[in-house]
C-alpha cells in the first residue's frame, strides 16, 4: 500500500508527558500538512510544509507543539508536556503542488492521543 | 475569516431513499470546495472537487453542486454502505477549513 502512514496509530500518555508522531506521506508528494480532529469536529489546520520548508503555522499551534520534516520526506510532530485537552486525533495528510488541486489531500489514517 | 457551516448535523435514511447535505461557506476568493467522506477511525477520503458556481460531480450515488454561497451533496437511492460522516471543506490559501460534517447513517 502506497498511501500516507501514521505511527502510531493509538498513544496514551500521562498529563506532563512528551510525545512525537510519524507521518509518512505518499512518496512523490511535495506538501505535507498535520490537522487535528476531535470528536464530533471536522480537522483543524495545524502547520503545512512543502518539501523540508515549514510554510504555515495555525494559531492552535502553541510553543507546546513542534513539527519537523527533515529532507522534504517524513515529518513528526512533537507535543511538549501534554495536556489533557490535546486529547484528539492527530491526522497528516499530503499533496503533491502543482499537479493536483492544493485541496485534494491524501489523508493518512491518524494517530489518536490519549491524555489521562 | 472563511468559514464553513454544513447542515444537519447528523441524517437518517432508510436505504433508498434520497436525500441532500447541505455546505454553506464564507471565503474570500473561492479556490475550490471539496467534499471528503470519513469514516469511523478513519482519515478522511477525497470525494469531489468544484470551483465555479454551477459546477457539478457524479461519483456512483453522489452528486455535488455547487452555488455562490453553498454546496450540496445529493444523495440518491443511497445504500447503508453509503454511512458515514460527509465533510466539506474550502481552500483557504493553501489549507483546508473544514466544516463539522454531517454523520449520514443509511439503515436496511
Known amino acids: 500500500d502506497t498511501g500516507v502512514s501514521q505511527d502510531p496509530r493509538h498513544k496514551i500518555t500521562k498529563r506532563g508527558q512528551n510525545v512525537t508522531f510519524r507521518c509518512d506521506p505518499i512518496?512523490?508528494?511535495?506538501?505535507l500538512y498535520w490537522y487535528r480532529q476531535t470528536l464530533g469536529q471536522g480537522p483543524e489546520f495545524l502547520t503545512y510544509f512543502q518539501n523540508e520548508a515549514q510554510l504555515e503555522k495555525s494559531r492552535l499551534l502553541s510553543d507546546r507543539f513542534s513539527a519537523e520534516r527533515p529532507k522534504g520526506s517524513f515529518s513528526t510532530l512533537e507535543i511538549q508536556r501534554t495536556e489533557q485537552g490535546d486529547s484528539a486525533m492527530y491526522l497528516c495528510?499530503?499533496?503533491?503542488?502543482?499537479?493536483?488541486?492544493?485541496?485534494?489531500?491524501?489523508f493518512g489514517p491518524g494517530t489518536r492521543l490519549t491524555v489521562l | 475569516e472563511d468559514q464553513v457551516t454544513q447542515s444537519p448535523e447528523a441524517l437518517r435514511l432508510q436505504e433508498g431513499e434520497s436525500s441532500s447535505l447541505n455546505c454553506s461557506y464564507t471565503?474570500?476568493?473561492?479556490?475550490?470546495l471539496f467534499w471528503y467522506r470519513q469514516d469511523p477511525g478513519k482519515g478522511p477520503e477525497f470525494l469531489f472537487t468544484l470551483y465555479s458556481a454551477g459546477e457539478e460531480k457524479e461519483k456512483e450515488r453522489l452528486k455535488a453542486t455547487l452555488t455562490k454561497k453553498e454546496s450540496f451533496l445529493h444523495i440518491t437511492a443511497p445504500k447503508p454502505e453509503d454511512s458515514a460522516t460527509y465533510l466539506c471543506?474550502?481552500?483557504?490559501?493553501?489549507?483546508?477549513?473544514f466544516g463539522s460534517g454531517t454523520r449520514l447513517l443509511v439503515r436496511p
Open positions: 471543506a474550502v481552500d483557504s490559501s493553501y489549507k483546508l477549513i
Open positions: 471565503v474570500s476568493g473561492l479556490r475550490g
Open positions: 512518496s512523490e508528494h511535495n506538501r
Open positions: 495528510a499530503s499533496s503533491f503542488v502543482p499537479g493536483l488541486t492544493p485541496g485534494e489531500q491524501f
